[in-house]
């Protein structure tokens, strides 16, 4: 025989399951909805002569814009900002990440789910989870 808390976690676990699939549901409906929305009003700027003629015009600078950024680029202090920037970005990325990991095993551990950082701010450790499809294999 099952316990009382037993048989409500259960069924907790089975309303939560329910709202999740019917949130996905809404969401794909939505998605959907919002699909066909946009289409139809890129078809509505597609078929405006002045928004194409403008939209030309615009191509036409951006790819100006492009050239004019990658001579600028081929200079060595611009190279080298560039290059120490994107360097910068990857360790800031890793460092995120890292971090993460180490707030979820610091919230693990001692339950908390707030940390002080150095600086005196007390920060609120939070968690974001999403879903995504799961590939066919």
Known sequence: MQEPEEINAGQILINMEGLIKNY???????????????????DIFK???TFQEHSEEAKKSAKIKQKTKSEILKRTQAAELDAKIKSLRSQLKENKSALSDYLQEYAKKS???????????VREIVYVA????????
């Open 24 to 42: 996905i549901s809404s969401i794909d409906k939505l998605s959907e909805e919002v699909k066909k929305l946009k289409e139809a009003l890129e």
């Open 47 to 49: 078929n405006d002569p």
């Open 111 to 121: 339950g908390l789910n707030e940390i002080e950082g150095e600086d005196g701010e």
């Open 130 to 137: 999403k879903l995504v499809r799961k590939p066919f294999i």
